[in-house]
């Protein structure tokens, strides 16, 4: 696991001969010094580009370089020479020697999107018998596929990339544009925090911890995809067990029945105790399915017992029975037409509990609208804001309407407690009404069913009444085949509810796995034993860092590294907004260093390379880096490397380097020179 | 009075004022913050009175912002907009001149002010703030014509 820079050389062709600049780079630390706007960062961005990692930077992976690698050179003062072709070359060492040299054009005849590799040293040893080799960057697969680039220098670093999950639920890998927010501060927005580069327009999901977990190689990180994992295993378990009860139930509506003692969630609590079964609306009653079938199987065996009635023989029943058909008949009519009625009333009811409800969601947005108002309108200082009347400057009351009765409205707050409340006992109201729908519904059309059958009863017994006395009875065929064919359709449902319990009891015990596998991960926070040394190390390291740089808008022993996002924080809250901007360097700079040098005594994905380019020194007119460089320069007994880019003051950075090993690359005057 | 009913009023009682619930459009801050919005969804951040006024009467319900933009679009007649007289328009009009958010130009013609624009970016800005109203201001922006506002006045006043 490792990466060291050893030579950048920028080469530029223009209408008038050659420019460039070679800067090479040693162990350690290296300090490349070049005055303001000189084309100190054109080095740090030169790196960049030729790593293929411009979409840190933007989006569009704009080229990051500056005018002079673009378009003009200036050279005695005037933009006199137009550029024709440039190029990056950089050369790296891995940590088991190999060298590569990278190509990468900036303006020219070659694609942008082409890196030229060559497996040995072409800048140092200026040795050009190696074959190059080309890749692509930036175009989908840059990071995966043979021939990209990212690829090839993640295998080059000893990394393997880790698979994320976007926010859509894909798996990507962990683009190296990621995590090299980590390793490279760029002057312009690397400042702003700590991975203030990270570019999150690939939709990882929290890229920022993904990267962080991937460079200190926390277990951790492997234990968050395995989450995401089970969560969207969960969900697949609940959508089939939604979907299964979905497709029975209405399968039972059609019988006039529903399924009951079922949940309509996933359960790990399965099979209930309680059997789920059917329950039938059957002459304005509810009955359970199973004590249906013996009361109609009884009736069978009854009748078949008995034998079939001739026509004659059940006359006087069948005119008793006829009788009865009629006033049953008559009966079911009207309380068919009165819960009909009452369903016409309940539905018009429910609509308008949606209307209402709609109104209150309505008045809680623009009341909450109002609470954000007030928050926008306080920033700019606007009195109606803060209810106090801009003209006169006494306390306004918070309405609009003159003479009205209402004297003193509620609180923004209250209001929208107020209507919350309301909306709580309309929902309460839906859920109700809903459920009164439901059971009408069913009643009603197992009395339309009742209705039909007992109309045929009734044709058949006319038809046994008027027909030969010597045949068998028709309704009392009729009566047995339809309750023959009742039995089978209602064995059939059983069968059917039989088929979910199994389909169920399949989906809980999945569903156990997954919730055991989950609180196995929860027991141990996420965290092994290895990633809290690693947290805790880090931790002391960065704390201690500040101590020695003299962070001084916070107490630095007040800082700790949080758990959840790896990030310092301070009473719960992140780092950051306490600081000022030169604190804020210290402690940007501080979190970087510490996590090259907990590489040293842990096992983490820390290429051992650091690269800060000095912010502009406007920005932090207070501030030197001088104290860090002592820091830093410990690297070279580790085999690492930090380079930094600086303007700093020459005087002051020669007496800060005074007695600690360093490399120091000075240039006069502009970065590119003409070469002679 | 016997029993219970002289228990209850022959004891000591007050009156206490309760704070009342109250529609949010009928509430300062709202109304002249979607001023500032319609103003700022304005051609040049500039509008008559009449158009405010309009914008005004739609911009409080869901029902009138369905219909104005029916009626500008021509889906409706302008007999079914009925745009009614705002007590509250007034009041909230001066309180946004007295706060500096707007300026009469002269000619009945309102103009953002230089804060009044900074405070129309802030609540642009924000995502979640009068979502359906900044939709609805977007969407009448390239119908709405002074004929209409005509229109629109003689059908409610004649």
């Known amino acids: 696991m490792g990466i060291l820079l050893r030579q950048l050389d920028l080469r530029v062709t223009t209408d008038s001969g050659e420019f460039g600049a070679s800067i ?5 630390l290296n300090v490349f010094w070049a005055d303001n706007s000189m084309g100190k960062s054109t ?3 030169g790196i960049i580009f030729a790593l293929g990692l411009e979409r840190m930077l933007s989006p569009q992976g704009v080229i990051p370089l500056p005018y002079v690698m673009t378009q003009y050179v200036e050279e005695n003062g005037a933009k006199n020479h137009a550029v024709l072709n440039s190029d990056v070359y950089l050369e790296l060492e891995n940590n088991k020697g190999e060298v590569i040299t990278i190509r990468r054009t900036v303006v020219g005849q070659r694609d942008a999107k082409l890196v030229t590799v060559w497996r040995g040293s072409v800048l140092r040893d200026g040795d050009s018998s190696y074959e190059g080799e080309d890749f692509f960057v930036r175009d989908p697969g840059a990071a995966s596929r043979k021939a990209g680039f990212h690829r090839f220098l993640a295998e080059f670093m000893g990394w393997e990339l880790p698979i994320v999950k976007r926010s859509n639920g894909d798996d990507v890998l962990l683009y190296l544009e990621c995590i090299f927010p980590l390793l490279i501060v760029e002057q312009k927005r690397g400042w702003g925090g700590i991975q203030a580069n990270m570019p999150t327009y690939f939709g990882i999901r929290d890229v920022n911890k993904r990267a962080i977990e991937f460079l200190a190689d926390l277990d951790a990180s492997g234990v968050a995809h395995l989450i995401q994992e089970l969560k969207f295993e969960e969900e697949r378990i609940r959508q089939r067990w939604v979907d299964s009860l979905e497709i029975a139930g209405v399968y039972i509506e059609g019988l006039g029945g529903k399924i009951v003692n079922i949940p309509d969630y996933p359960t790990t609590d399965w099979p209930t105790l309680v059997r789920p079964t059917i329950e039938l609306s059957v002459g304005g009653k509810r009955v359970l399915i199973d004590s249906y079938i013996l009361e109609l199987k009884s009736e069978i065996e009854k009748f078949d017992t008995a034998g079939i009635p001739t026509a004659g023989e059940a006359a006087p029943a069948n005119q008793d029975e006829l009788d009865q058909q009629f006033a049953q008949l008559r009966s079911l009519e009207s309380t068919f037409q009165e819960v009909e009625r009452e369903l016409q009333i309940e539905r018009h009811l429910n609509n308008k509990l949606l209307v209402r409800l709609e109104a209150l969601d309505e008045d809680i947005r623009k009341n909450r609208d109002h609470l954000k108002l007030q928050n926008l309108g306080s920033k700019l200082g606007i009195s109606v804001a803060d209810k106090n009347c801009p003209a006169c400057h006494r306390k306004l009351t918070d309405i609009l309407l003159p003479d009205c009765e209402v004297d003193t409205p509620m609180s923004v707050e209250d209001n929208i407690k107020f209507i919350e409340s309301q909306k709580d006992a309309f929902v309460a109201m839906l859920a109700n009404s809903e459920k009164l729908i439901e059971e009408k519904a069913l009643t009603s059309s197992a009395l339309r069913r009742d209705i039909v059958d007992t109309k045929s009863t009734i044709r058949s017994l006319r038809a046994t009444l008027v027909s030969d006395s010597r045949v068998p009875s028709v309704s009392a065929i009729r009566k047995q085949l339809s309750k023959e064919q009742l039995v089978e359709t209602l064995e059939k449902a059983n069968a059917r509810i039989d088929e979910l319990v199994e389909t169920f009891t399949g989906l809980s015990r999945e ?39 003299r962070l001084r808008s916070v107490q630095p022993t007040t800082i700790t590294i949080s758990r959840e996002s790896y990030r310092p924080i301070r009473e719960g809250f992140n780092l950051g907004f306490d600081l000022s901007a030169s604190d804020n360097i210290r402690s940007i700079w501080a979190y970087l260093v510490a996590f090259l040098e907990i590489s040293r005594n842990h096992t983490t994905h820390h290429p051992g390379l650091v690269i800060f380019d000095e912010p502009r020194q406007q920005e932090t007119s207070d501030f030197s ?46 970065v590119i020179k003409r070469i002679v | 009075m016997t029993g219970i009913t002289k228990d209850v009023l022959d004891a000591p009682f007050c009156f206490r004022e309760t704070p009342a619930s109250l529609p949010a459009d009928l509430r300062p801050l709202w109304r002249v913050s979607a001023f500032v919005l319609i103003l700022s969804f304005s051609r040049a951040n500039r509008a008559s009175i009449r158009k405010l006024q309009i914008t005004n009467w739609a911009i409080r319900t869901e029902n009138g ?25 007034l009041i909230a009009l001066d309180l946004g001149i007295h706060e500096g958010l707007f300026e009469n130009k002269g000619g009945n013609i309102l103009e953002l002010t230089k804060a009044g624009i900074q405070f129309a970016q802030l609540i642009s800005s924000e995502s979640d703030c009068f979502v359906k109203e900044k939709e609805f201001l977007k969407a009448i922006k390239p119908y709405f014509l002074e004929k209409h506002i005509a229109e629109l006045l003689k059908t409610a006043f004649k």
């Open chain 1, 24 to 28: 090479p780079f040693s162990k350690g």
């Open chain 1, 43 to 45: 080095s740090v961005q």
């Open chain 1, 511 to 549: 569903l156990s796995q997954v919730i055991a596998k989950k609180n196995k991960i929860r027991n141990n926070s996420g965290l092994t034993i290895e990633d809290e040394s690693k947290l805790s190390s880090l931790e002391a390291n960065y704390v201690a860092q500040l101590k020695e740089y």
């Open chain 1, 625 to 670: 880096f001088t104290g860090f460089l002592k820091r830093a320069s410990n690297s070279i007994d580790h085999n690492q490397q930090v380079i930094l880019a600086t303007s700093e003051k020459f005087v002051e950075l020669q007496r800060a380097l005074t007695g600690i090993p360093h490399s120091l690359h000075k240039i006069d005057g502009r």
């Open chain 2, 65 to 89: 912002m369905r219909t104005l933009s029916s009626f500008l679009k021509g889906q409706v007649s302008s007999e079914e907009v009925l745009i009614r007289f705002d007590p509250a328009f």
